[in-house]
Antibody, heavy 125, light 111 residues
Framework: EVQLLESGGDLVQPGGSLRLSCAAS????????MSWVRQAPGKGLEWVSS????????YYAASVKGRFTISRDNSKNTLYVQMNSLRAEDTAVYYC??????????????????WGQGTLVTVSS | QSVLTQPPSVSGAPGQRVTISCTGS?????????VHWYQQVPGTAPKLLIY???NRPSGVPDRFSGSKSGTSASLTITGLQAEDEADYYC???????????FGGGTKLTVL
């Protein structure tokens, strides 16, 4: 059974930093692209970042580029996102998701097959 | 304002059929990029419902179907059931933004 378990969400002040983790199990982690998708309170879904299975390709939404860094440790079956210079508008539930698609050129392509339960990040003073 | 446009809400009685539209542009759906659909029951994580325009993952009832034409896509649910009450999101890729885009979501109410 595929399981994705996010952790690391917290209350952080504007300008602060936070690292989220997503522990994966039940599938061959290194064979799957992974992504972070967020959902602000009462709002819709917003893609944040994606990374290829090997970790050699990374992609970011314009709203987080230069502030967030996605990475993965395939030996630990874990996905990460380092979030710096956090803003109030980054407040959201952050979901990690796996994709059976592929990454090439400007993006990863394919659906988000499985999603974690999410972790809440609140940016406020 | 989302790059992909969905109606904010739709409703139907049990047993009826409803369709949710997802309108993109020449740089997203119209450029040939695939559309995926997700179902999200409030308070829970999204779940993949339709992938690559028309395909259902294992376990998704055949009451759910997807289609795509031109710059738009649609999700159709037949034989509505109370358990279908949820938010539905479409997703595609937009080359002008160089990233994935989601629709704003459609809240389905089963009357």
């Amino acid at each position: 059974e595929v399981q994705l378990l996010e952790s690391g969400g917290d209350l952080v002040q504007p300008g602060g930093s936070l690292r989220l983790s997503c522990a994966a199990s039940g599938f061959t982690f290194s064979s799957y692209a992974m992504s972070w998708v967020r959902q602000a309170p009462g709002k819709g879904l917003e893609w944040v970042s994606s990374i290829s299975g090997s970790g050699d390709r990374t992609y970011y939404a314009a709203s987080v580029k230069g502030r967030f860094t996605i990475s993965r440790d395939n030996s630990k079956n874990t996905l990460y996102v380092q979030m710096n210079s956090l803003r109030a508008e980054d407040t959201a539930v952050y979901y990690c998701a796996s994709s059976s698609g592929y990454c090439s050129g400007n993006s990863c392509y394919g659906p988000n097959d499985y999603w974690g339960q999410g972790t809440l990040v609140t940016v406020s003073s | 304002q989302s790059v992909l446009t969905q109606p904010p809400s739709v409703s139907g009685a049990p047993g009826q059929r409803v369709t949710i539209s997802c309108t993109g542009s020449s740089s997203s759906i119209g450029a040939g990029y695939d559309v995926h659909w997700y179902q999200q029951v409030p308070g829970t994580a999204p779940k993949l419902l339709i992938y690559v325009n028309t395909n259902r993952p294992s376990g998704v009832p055949d009451r759910f179907s997807g289609s795509k034409s031109g710059t738009s896509a649609s999700l159709t649910i037949t034989g509505l059931q109370a358990e279908d009450e949820a938010d539905y999101y479409c997703q595609s890729y937009d080359s002008s933004l160089s990233g994935w885009v989601f629709g704003g979501g459609t809240k389905l109410t089963v009357l």
